[in-house]
């Protein structure tokens, strides 16, 4: 695939942000023995440098209760190589949808001979391993891992980590185009490949999102990503002295990361989640605070911002509810954090009055954070969860 | 890639049918040294044999004053192995869209460093050359060549032929998918890939072809595709005695064709160009009339129908006017055609009656037909426009 250099760069204490870079082409052909000049602007990544990382790379795909069409659709558009990894919340009483779930993915990695892990994010052997290493955080009262998107992401990075993976990307499951999540793999893979840092993270952007309505209006970005980068940048503009608007992927819910990265975030819960990436990653390497970490400050983490060619068609559900609801916890992570100063408060108390997500004198919640990977002994966690593995594989071997 | 293996094949005379084949899996990652045993019921096509066909293909845009945007997406979605042939026909007063088109074709090409053609389907010299070889037939009375997609295509293949290329393939201008376009061309891939006859064809079908309205409605096929598709079923039931509903791709405008059996099949103008194709080689090699073409009919002519993974999201222009527009030529096609007999004239009658296309007692109107282009000098025309190809080109080379 081809897509544009780096063109600028803002620096954050050790924390590189890049500028948007666009996809030129899903499929830049052959390697050329003699190739043509390319163009200083444009960074070409062969297919044996996107399928060597696909092939270290997890692809997590969260789902609760979606479509089976559209479930079955997102997971085969996912590239060969990588290792799919379904966490589900479905329901499993009355219809038993998980299980419609799993029979569709084993169906699906019967055909097309490849690998993949299942699992439902109440599984008592998952939750009985976490007790056992000490990373209660994300269990609830019944001893099980919470409900939330969050929850589950963390418990599959987890599995990811168990099944030796460098990388994890995460995909939602309500995309109408396989060949959409198709494009965000190699996006994912083209930023890893292009990385200095060990320490790196890709963050997706849609071209268009499609607001499908009558006489269909593709709608440049949505409300919710619009208000959460205005935030976001205003908090990285106080630190740096300089207004900018480099943030574009505030909420990116596609998205993926070095496993080095993700074992040294701090996360929270439910919509925040994705904010609060890029929040733990200022506080941790902004230079404001302590570094989280001594080796990754030394390397340097690494934001890619990569814009896909394909828009992005997804279910709608709701609509000013949802805006506030997912609109919130993402404001909230930015709020609250060390960082945030009088001047960032003042703008997303400002957006939040406006949206009637706050009534005046009100505060936007505080995350529920969610302790670091590194923080339990994962070998530990990998020893207990080894001998269980085969039974969240989709693909039975005949023997 | 990987596609079902073809269950089942109809033959009529030397031509095979073959059932709808759906693709299982966009990307199928690596060659494997030592592979998992495949299923018998599924064709994996490796990476390196689909760019391979790739290479031999040109990929032909007809496009018509459409959105500069879609254009383009569709320009980036078509891998990098095929070469591009843009036909316009795009107003060039007033405001020049042709040249918006050129600019945005030699744009892309000059950053992706990849070959394009373009022209416009009033380019007095390809006229001239059609003249000096006597290919008067798509030419209209100011000498240049029609108007019309059917007359588009038809000088895009000749100057596919031009540039050497075995295979040849039709993508839509208005798709808001590049990914869904980059799928159209792998499955035209794969299809010849797996082609036992040099004289081969691929028509695509559409997952789903989303209807796109106030909360999004996915309907499987269009409405003037079903008609024509039971109208074509009934010709080769007629033929064969046995009822049967093989043919799935009737009005196909994604379809692609070995460059062999694209020079001896008769076209029709207008929207009666798909459906015409398919009766033209139940004519030429259906066994009632007398062979068109002995190679062929010892070769055989292979029909392929393949389901993508993407649904297919396009412009939507007009409504019933649209419908009667686009059925009315296709099923004239069918009904004049000399395989007709009565039962399938009386089946189409009934339909256009049912949506108001015709007045009882009319007959839907006989197709304007565009002779074989092996009826000209090929060699001659190809000799003429050698020194005007440059010309065409999207890619300037530095010196």
Redesign the interface.
Known sequence: M?IDAPKYTERFGSVRINEVQQ????????PRTL?????V??Q?IE??VI?DF??RMAIVIPTKDEKLKLFE?VV??V???CLIIVVSNSQRKRVDRFRMERDALRQ?C?????EALIFHQKDPVIAQALADVGYTGILGEDGLVRHGKAEGMVAAMLMAMVAKKDYVGFIDADN?????V??YVRCYAAGFSIANSPYAMVRVLWRYK?K???G?L?KKWGRVSEITNRCMNSLVSSKSGFETDIIKTGNAGEHAMSMRLAQILTYASGYAVEPQELVSIFEGFGGVLPMAHQIAAKHGVEIFQTET???H?HE?KGGHHLLVEMLLPGLGAIYHSPLCEDETRGVIIEELLRQDAIKPGEEPPKPQFIAPLNSIDLKKFATIMAEHMESYSALE??P
Chains 1, 2 share one sequence.
């Open positions: 081809r996809v030129l082409q899903l499929d830049s052909g052959k190739p043509l000049r390319e163009n602007a444009v070409k297919e044996d399928k696909e092939e659709g085969s558009g590239p060969h190589e699906f019967h055909f097309t001979r490849r109408y185009f396989p060949g959409a198709w494009e499609p499908v309505s009558a269909m593709f060619r394909n828009p068609l709608e071997e005949e």
